[in-house]
């Protein structure tokens, strides 16, 4: 597990500045302001502690002019396991520099998951497991989240375990389809079934990026 040092950042971007000055001091107010995510630091000054979770590490080709050239493929996932979740894959021509930049890319693509309790059996204001049910794809995977009742656990496939423990899921039935050995679809469709388990959220995301574009 990594965890970035924010020692000397120097803010780019207008979130960033809203940051550094303390306008801004959570990650809820961060994505409710309607400002694109676009640094990495920011994310760790306002989630301290996330882990991260290498999926999968692959070789892959290309042919150019040049001859034959050898990256790293990396798939990773990071979480607080307290709602907050992110992923992405990069290359790079070394291992460790394919992790370090889908480590950064999954920080800029964290999203909220909504979390509540899986059953009306749970007691009120639960979370540990989702709020509705949905389903993400990815090339030909299908993987379809769904609210469980406290004690059960997660019924999921490693990768998909994996996943729903960094964002805080502890109770989640999951079913998934298609080829899911690829590692990449499956935890993508995983990802896109969790963001669209907050959809709902859309509507108040959008009025605050349209009062954002008025001030």
């Not at 996932?77 to 460790?96: F, K, P, T, W």
């Amino acid at each position: 597990m990594s965890q970035s040092n924010n020692n000397g950042w120097e803010p780019r971007t207008r979130l960033g500045r809203k940051v550094q000055d303390g306008d801004i001091t959570t990650m809820d107010q961060a994505m409710e302001s309607g400002l694109p995510l676009k640094e990495p630091e920011l994310v760790d000054q306002l989630l301290p502690g996330l882990e991260d979770e290498v999926l999968d590490i692959n070789m892959v080709q290309r042919m150019t002019d040049s001859g034959r050239r050898v990256k790293f493929r990396c798939v990773c996932v990071i979480g607080n396991r307290d709602g907050y979740l992110g992923y992405a894959q990069a290359r790079d021509e070394q291992v460790g520099g394919a992790i370090e930049k889908a480590i950064d890319v999954a920080k800029m693509n964290i999203i909220k998951v909504d979390r509540g309790s899986g059953s009306w059996e749970d007691s009120a204001g639960g979370v540990n497991s989702l709020t509705r049910k949905a389903a993400g794809k990815a090339g030909s995977v299908t993987v379809q989240v769904k609210p469980a009742p406290q004690g059960l656990g997660l019924a999921a496939a490693e990768t998909v375990r994996y996943i729903l423990e960094l964002a805080g899921v502890q109770d989640a039935w999951t079913q998934s389809h298609g080829n899911t050995r690829t590692t990449l679809n499956l935890a993508k469709a995983t990802y896109n079934a969790l963001e669209n388990a907050g959809e709902a959220r859309t509507p108040q995301r959008a009025q605050a990026v349209q009062q954002e574009a008025n001030q």
